[in-house]
Each structure stands twice: as C-alpha cells, then as structure tokens.
C-alpha cells in the first residue's frame, strides 16, 4: 500500500470477537487488525508499530480487549540503551558464540530448530511439528523486510531471533532457540544483540512486543531500559504518571498468568 510523502497511513481495521486469551486463561481477549488484503508498505508498517501494533504472519494486529489492558507495548530507544549487570554477564558469558544477519529463510536445520523449541515449549500446543509453510505462515511475510539473527556454536545453529526492518527502528517478532541452551539465556542475548545492531544501524528504536507487568513470560522485557510504553496512545517512560497508573489498575486486577511466548 503506497502513501503520498507527508499524508498519513490510514489502512482499514477489523475487530475480532471475544476468544479465550493466551496469556490470561480466566480472561477474554479480543484484537484489532488491519486489512489482510492490503500490503503495507516500509512507512506504513512503521506506523503502525509506532501505533502498539505487531506482526504475525501476514497480519498487523493489536489487542483491544473490552475488561483488560494488560497488554502494553514496549520498545527501547537504543541510542539511550544501558545493558545492567545481569545483561553484561549474559554477554560475557555468550562471547563464544557466534552471531550473524541473514535474509529470512527455511531449511531442515532452522525447521528442526524451531521444531526442537516448540516440542519443548508447547508440549501439548498446537505448534510441534510444523513444516515450513507453518514456519513461514507464523514467521514471514511476503511484504516484511524480515531478518534473521542466528546464533552459532561454532558450526551449529543454537539461535535464531526473526525481526523486521522498519523505517526508523526494528521489530522482533519471534526467538527461538535449542532448548539444551536453556541456561545461557539466549533470548536476552539475542534482544542485546539486536539492540547492539540498531544501534550501529542508526536506527532510533527497537521494538520488543508486548509486556505483561507481573507476568512469568513476559515481564522480563522491562529490564531492558529505559524502555518506553504506549499508553493513551503516546509513549511514554516507565515513571510517567499515565503509566503508573496503569501497571497498578493491572495488579489490582490480580494475576492467574499461564505460560506463553517469550515475543509477542
């Protein structure tokens, strides 16, 4: 979908019908999307990242649920980005590791890979054992100007963080990585690596989904600061009064969180 230089983005949005939430199995979830049918273009994807929207497959998607904000999305400036004494660990201990950009694909070692994740992730899920047109419908777009950044232990492939390259940032869309790798940490190590390259790049912002405050799954992208939140449709820093506010209506809510992706 092209766009005239300096008119705004405006592409058709639909809302779902109530569906059971995945992170929250006591709570319905409803999302709004954009028009499948259209193809967005660079700006417009940037602009709707820069609106709280996110990339699955082929779908630009929000959740706009009627009883529940939970879901907050988050991106890190990465100029302003200070990696804390954990996260320089995380990278001392991984400096054996290998890391490269590659142009989005699908072969027997990256589906098993990811197939390796999911079986141990989601051993009752509905996402084992998935060929590559599974892969490449969860994954890829044909529209997404979509990376890989894969991590290597020498020769073998341990790790690999898909993201989409936008005009004024970058958007991780998915990790995933070998589950005997579980205690080096690679999803934060990936999340460095990828805020390392936008910085390099010249890119403004690093885009990380959506944070649950509180959640077992998802809570940990705060950590990476100082973030900023869309909330009341600005973004704003984690000591703003609008997102203060918001993280404590939340915990009054309380919290029954079931387990779920660490990218969304």
Aim: net charge negative.
């Amino acid at each position: 979908m092209n766009q005239n230089e300096g008119q705004p983005v405006t592409l058709p949005l639909y809302l779902t019908p109530e569906h059971p939430c995945s992170y929250y199995p006591e709570r319905e979830a409803r999302t709004v999307f954009a028009d499948p049918r259209l193809i967005p273009d660079r700006r417009a994807q940037t602009e709707m990242a820069e609106a709280g929207f996110r990339r699955s497959g082929s779908y630009l998607y929000r959740p706009e649920c009627e009883h529940c904000s939970a879901c907050i999305p988050l991106r890190v400036p990465a100029r302003g980005f200070t990696p804390n004494r954990s996260q320089r660990r995380n990278l001392r201990d991984n400096a054996d590791l290998n890391i490269s950009w590659q142009r989005s694909w699908c072969d027997d070692e990256l589906l098993a890979l990811y197939n390796r994740y999911q079986h141990w992730r989601h051993p009752e899920g509905d996402m084992v054992a998935h060929g590559a047109a599974h892969f490449s419908d969860f994954l890829l777009s044909r529209w997404a100007d979509s990376w890989f950044l894969e991590i290597q232990d020498e020769e073998r492939l341990v790790g690999v963080l898909v993201a989409d390259r936008l005009e004024r940032g970058i958007s991780a869309v998915y990790t995933f990585y070998d589950p005997a790798y579980e205690q080096r940490g690679l999803g934060s190590f990936a999340i460095l690596q990828l805020i390392a390259h936008a910085r390099s790049q010249g890119l403004r912002d690093v885009y990380l989904g959506y944070w649950l405050p509180g959640h077992p799954k998802m809570d940990y992208k705060r950590k990476f600061g100082p973030a900023e939140y869309f909330v009341e449709g600005q973004w704003r820093r984690a000591e703003s009064p609008q997102v203060r506010e918001k993280v404590a209506l939340h915990e009054a809510m309380g919290q029954n969180p079931a387990p779920s992706e660490e990218t969304g």
